[in-house]
Structure formats: C-alpha cells, structure tokens
C-alpha cells in the first residue's frame, strides 16, 4: 500500500521505485525522518525517544517528561 501512495504522491517515480530495496515513504523510513526533524530543530533526545515510544534507559524507567514541556518543546520544533 505504502508504494502506491508513494508513486501517487509523486514523491518518487515508478521505475526509481522498482529499483530500490527499500520504500522512502514506509513507516521506517517517516519514523526516522520524524526524529531527524525534531533532533535538527533542536528538541531534546529524551523527548525525541519518549515520542517515539522507545524504551527509557533503565535510570528513567519511572520518569517521563512534562506534557505541557513536551508540547511547547514540539510546537517550537514545527513550522
């Protein structure tokens, strides 16, 4: 399902498509480019992998970050 919607939305051709081993719109790879943003606009790794539903290290396991921190630290990472 996922390459159709790729190649409907143009974001890559048929033929560049069958040649890659990998789709550039799976849930991966937008998982990976949904951090990548967040990291590069600044946002704090914890928050980053809390996000994203990562296991926290075993120091954290009872410590989340603050939802209204978490939301301000996202809306100044968006456009």
Do not use: C, W
């Not at 789709?23 to 704090?44: D, H, I, Q, V």
């Not at 914890?46 to 630290?73: C, F, T, V, W």
């Amino acid at each position: 399902m996922m390459r159709s919607v790729v190649i409907k939305a143009e974001v890559i051709t048929k033929e560049r498509l069958e040649r890659t081993d990998f789709n550039p719109a799976g849930y991966l790879a937008l998982r990976a480019t949904f951090s990548k943003r967040l990291e590069y606009a600044g946002m704090p790794p914890a928050y980053i992998d809390y996000m994203q539903r990562h296991a926290l290290p075993h120091g954290g396991a009872y410590r989340k970050p603050n939802s209204k921190k978490l939301l301000e630290k996202y809306k100044e990472s968006g456009h």
